[in-house]
């Protein structure tokens, strides 16, 4: 009677065990979301393109015979921070929400975003060459 009672004591432990390993297994699946999207995400909201546009802007610094070689080996570098960011991103928002990230990147104010959000960014950075000057001065002043 004691090994009957022990047999189907381990047979629910099993059940359990297994409704615990499906349970946590369904939350993990639900908090991921597909990778690809989170990548046309990112395109979408110039998360990644943004890079290119670095690549494009030092290329143009170098000699015309060096930038293909350059933009070749900084691809690779590229690659991989956006492959980071897509991990980043598809562990952090669920398929449900990329999903309505994306939809809004494809809207009209989406996209303005997208193109004022470059322009705000483009005039911080000059503005902020101007301040870095102003700041150095003052540090300057008192470190002599």
């Known amino acids: 009677l ?14 359990i065990i297994l ?24 395109e979408l909201s110039g ?4 890079y290119d546009e670095i690549l494009e802007q030092v ?8 930038r293909e070689a350059f933009k070749k080996d900084l691809q690779g570098f590229i690659d991989r921070i956006i492959k980071n960011d897509i991990e980043k991103y598809a ?6 929400e990329i999903i309505k990230l994306i ?4 809207s009209p104010l989406g996209r303005k975003m997208v193109q004022k959000n ?4 483009g005039a911080a950075g000059e503005e902020a060459q101007k301040n870095q000057m102003e700041l150095q001065g003052i540090v300057m002043k008192y470190m002599m």
């Open 2 to 15: 004691n090994f009957l009672y022990f047999s189907v004591k381990i047979e629910n432990m099993k059940k």
């Open 19 to 42: 409704g615990v390993f499906l349970l946590g297994a369904t939350f993990v699946t639900h908090a991921q979301a597909n990778k690809q999207d989170v990548k046309t995400f990112l």
């Open 47 to 50: 998360n990644s393109t943004k």
């Open 59 to 66: 290329a143009e610094q170098l000699s015309e015979d060096k």
């Open 91 to 96: 562990a952090e928002f669920s398929q449900a």
């Open 103 to 106: 939809e809004f990147y494809k």
């Open 118 to 121: 470059a322009e705000i960014q």
